[in-house]
């Protein structure tokens, strides 16, 4: 669907108020993450390999989000990348990702967002990324389309994919795994695709990734490897813009392959990964 041309906001009262608590708890700790961050900034942890890496921020961003909504909506369940996990009895699931794009937040580069999406009976239902380096927040309702606000204030505006351009000048992002292999196989992969394309960018963030497709600044994104809390808020947020998103051939978006484009690059792209079989090693 294309997003609306006015500022319509959700009806349903549930919708409403889960789009509210994920904006203020984005909010917060986009805030906290901009401000907070230490100049001595070092690695907690690591999880998949020595450099796929959690920061102590991560963790107080993942405690403040959780903090917050279990607060406000204790029956809610959680899926959180740092470790939060918990059922719930509400039929609600928030997914977190406290810092998506956490190598760049380590280094001091400002491509990083805080993920926060709400599903109902497993589906994704409100989605919104905050991007407190770009000034911006981005935030989608199932059924009622896709919004950027920028500078952290004034008005929503709807964001809509970009009309599709042939394959060979449509510009692309993707990211690259941590485990050795993985990212080895996937930089063969770019190398065989870019020829056909106009470009490929890397940002880091796959959150940011998904609502730049939204935004009209991509025509399209692939990555393989992603986890739920990865796509869960930038994959709804792309799709109420107008992309379509899903895996390979038949299958949706999962961490074997997520790919997210405009409807005329969709397919087109799809073909390509599926030939040079971005999905195995």
């Given amino acids: 669907m294309t997003a ?50 959690v920061t102590e921020m991560d963790i107080a961003a993942e405690k403040l989000i959780t903090g917050f909504l279990g607060e406000h909506r204790p029956d809610d369940g959680l899926l959180g990348e740092e470790g939060a996990s918990s059922p719930g009895t509400s039929g609600v699931r928030w997914v977190v990702d406290p810092l998506d ?32 380096m770009r000034q911006e927040t981005y935030r989608a309702v199932r059924g009622g389309g896709a919004y950027l606000r920028a500078g952290g204030r004034g008005e929503w505006r709807p964001m809509a994919c970009r009309p599709a351009p042939p394959l060979d000048q449509a510009l692309v992002s993707t990211g690259f795994n941590y485990v050795h292999t993985v990212r080895t196989h996937q930089a063969d992969v770019a190398q065989r695709i870019v020829p056909r394309l106009r470009d490929i960018r890397r940002s880091g963030s796959a959150a940011i990734d998904l609502s730049d497709v ?47 484009a405009s409807p005329g690059v969709f397919g087109p792209l799809q073909a390509l990964l599926e030939e040079f079989g971005a999905w195995h090693d």
């Fill in 4 to 53: 609306p041309t006015d500022n319509a906001e959700p009806t349903d009262p549930l919708l409403a108020e889960l789009l509210e608590l994920a904006l203020e708890a984005g909010r917060r700790a986009g805030a906290l993450l901009r401000d907070g961050r230490p100049d001595d900034l070092s690695v907690a942890k690591t999880k998949s390999s020595p450099i796929d890496v």
């Fill in 101 to 132: 794009g956490t190598v760049n937040y380590l280094y001091g580069l400002p491509t990083w967002a805080v993920s926060i999406a709400a599903e109902l009976d497993g589906e994704a239902v409100v989605g919104v990324v905050e991007a407190p």
């Fill in 214 to 260: 939204a935004a009209g600044r991509l025509d399209g994104y692939y990555e393989r490897g992603l986890a739920p809390w990865d796509l869960a808020a930038g994959g709804l947020i792309a799709r109420e813009a107008g992309a379509l998103t899903g895996g390979r051939p038949g299958q949706d978006a999962s961490g074997e392959l997520t790919l997210a």
